[in-house]
C-alpha cells in the first residue's frame, strides 16, 4: 500500500508534529493530497509549512475539531482515504494553570467528532489517531519497567486524561462498530518547529534571552526522548500497515532527566551550571517515562534512524539559525512558558517568607 493516489485528511498539521509529518510525506509520495484541518490556536502556525503552502497538493481549510457540522462538512467535500489526528491542546502546565475545559473539548470531544465522521465514511481505509505516553501515568526513577501496549491507564494531569479519553473512545468504536481505527502513544519528541513553551526549545530560547534554565523539582524527572521525523515515519507505517483496532507504543530508547537536557543546552552555550535555577515542583509531575517499542519494530518492521546526541545538537542549531521563526511567534503569543515564572514566584515568595 502507498498514499499515491490518496488524500490524507490531517487534523492539527500547523503545530511542531504535524507540520513535519506534512512535509516527510509530501517530500515522499509525488501523488499524494494533503488536507490539513487546524484551528490554528496558539501552537498552529502557518510558518512551519510556509515550504509547502503553495504546492498543489496541499491545501489548508481553518476549523475546529469540537464543531461537528465542520468535520462533517470536511469529510464530505474532500472524502479522504486516510485520516490522522495531530489536533489536541498539548502543553501539561497550561492544562494545569489555564484550565482543562479546552482540553476536554479538543482531546476528546474532537476525538468523537472525528470518530463519527469516519464511521459514517464509506471510504476510510485507516484513522491514526496520535496520543502520548503520558496516559500511562509514572514509572519509579529506580525501576527497569517501561510502558507496554498493555499498561493499565493511569494519568495524573488533565493533558494525559484527556488524551486517555479520547484514545479510549477509539478502541470502543472499533469494538462497537469496526472503526478502522489504530491509537499511537508515543514519548517526547524533539526536532524543528516545536512551540517554545516545550522543554528543549524553551531552554534555548531562555539562553537566547540571558536568562536562567528554571528546573522544576530537582530536575531529575525522565522523559524517553524521540526525533520528530523517526516518530512521523513510525506514524506512516501505522496508517499504511497497522492493524485496524491495534495499540502500537512509539519510542527511541533514550531516557535522559531534564537535568542533563540543561546541561547539553548549556555546553552548547558554553555556559556553566550557575545558570540553572531549581523552581517548585509542578503539581502530578511524573517521574519517568520510558516506552516498551518491541511491538511496532516486530509487527511494522520500524526502527529509530536518529542517534540522539547527534540529533539533539542538530535540533539546537537549527533553533539559533532560524530566530526569525522564534521572534515572529514571540511576537503572537507573547512569553512563552509564563506558568514556569508562576513557580518561580511561588519559590521566592516562600525563601523571603521562611
Ligand atoms: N510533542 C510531543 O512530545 C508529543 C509526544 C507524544 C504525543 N504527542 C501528541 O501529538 C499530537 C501533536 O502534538 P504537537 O506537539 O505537534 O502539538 P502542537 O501543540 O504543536 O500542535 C497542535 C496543533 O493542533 C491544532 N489544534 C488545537 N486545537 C484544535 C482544535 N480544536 N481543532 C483543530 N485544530 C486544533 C493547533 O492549532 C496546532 O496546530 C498531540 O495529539 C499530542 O498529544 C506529542
Known sequence: MSFNHKIILVFGGAGFIGSNFIRSILAKYSKTKIV????LTYSGNLDNLKDVSKDRRYCLVKGDVANSKQIAAVFKKYKPDFV??????THVD??????????????????????????????????????????YGSLALDSKK??????VFAPNV???ATKAGGDLLCRSYFSTWGV???VTHCSNNYGPYQYPEKLIPFLITRMLENKKLPMYGDGKNVRDWIYVLDH??????????????EVYNIGADAEMNNLQIAKMTLSHFKRDDSW????ADRPGHDRRYAIDSSKIRKELGWLPDHNFKKAFFDTMEWYLTNQKWIDSIRKKTGVFNPHIDLWRAHKIKNKKSS
Open 36 to 39: 490539513n484541518f487546524d484551528k
Open 84 to 89: 490522522i489526528n495531530f489536533a489536541a491542546e
Open 94 to 135: 497550561r492544562s494545569i494553570h489555564v484550565g482543562a475545559l479546552e482540553f476536554v473539548r479538543t482531546n476528546v470531544e474532537g476525538v468523537f467528532n472525528i470518530l463519527e465522521a469516519v464511521k459514517q465514511s464509506k471510504k476510510v481505509i485507516k484513522y491514526v489517531q496520535v496520543s502520548t505516553d503520558e496516559v
Open 146 to 151: 517501561k510502558f507496554t501496549e498493555t499498561t
Open 158 to 160: 488533565p493533558y494525559a
Open 180 to 182: 478502522p481505527v489504530v
Open 232 to 245: 512521523c515515519r513510525a506514524l506512516e507505517l501505522c496508517l499504511l500497515n497497522g492493524e485496524s483496532g
Open 276 to 279: 540553572i535555577e531549581f523552581v
